[in-house]
């Protein structure tokens, strides 16, 4: 089986920044991360990999995240 290939510095900064304006959305709806993992279905320690930027969100992930939250996809896809 092939060995995953890290992503690039940059791919991992954008994620970052995806994190940071998740995050801020989330803080701006007076939501904690908990919070908003049960109105995904998701669980808190995933939630907040993907808020973090250590994990790699699939775009549905990102799709319910902001639909939780209550604002536009694309406020927290922009970098």
């Known amino acids: ?18 994190g940071d304006h998740i ?3 989330r803080e701006t709806a007076g939501l904690t991360q908990q919070q908003v993992a049960e109105r ?14 250590h994990a790699a969100a699939l775009i549905d992930s990102l799709i319910r995240i ?3 939250i ?3 996809l694309a406020d927290l896809v922009r970098t």
């Not at 089986?1 to 995806?18: C, E, F, K, N, Y």
């Not at 995904?40 to 930027?53: A, L």
């Open 40 to 53: 995904i279905s998701m669980d808190r320690s995933t939630y907040n990999r993907i808020e973090q930027g």
């Open 1 to 18: 089986m092939p060995r995953s290939v890290p992503p690039p510095a940059w791919v991992l900064t954008r994620r970052r920044a995806i």
């Open 66 to 68: 902001a639909d939780a």
């Open 70 to 72: 209550g604002v536009p």
């Open 23 to 25: 995050r801020t959305a």
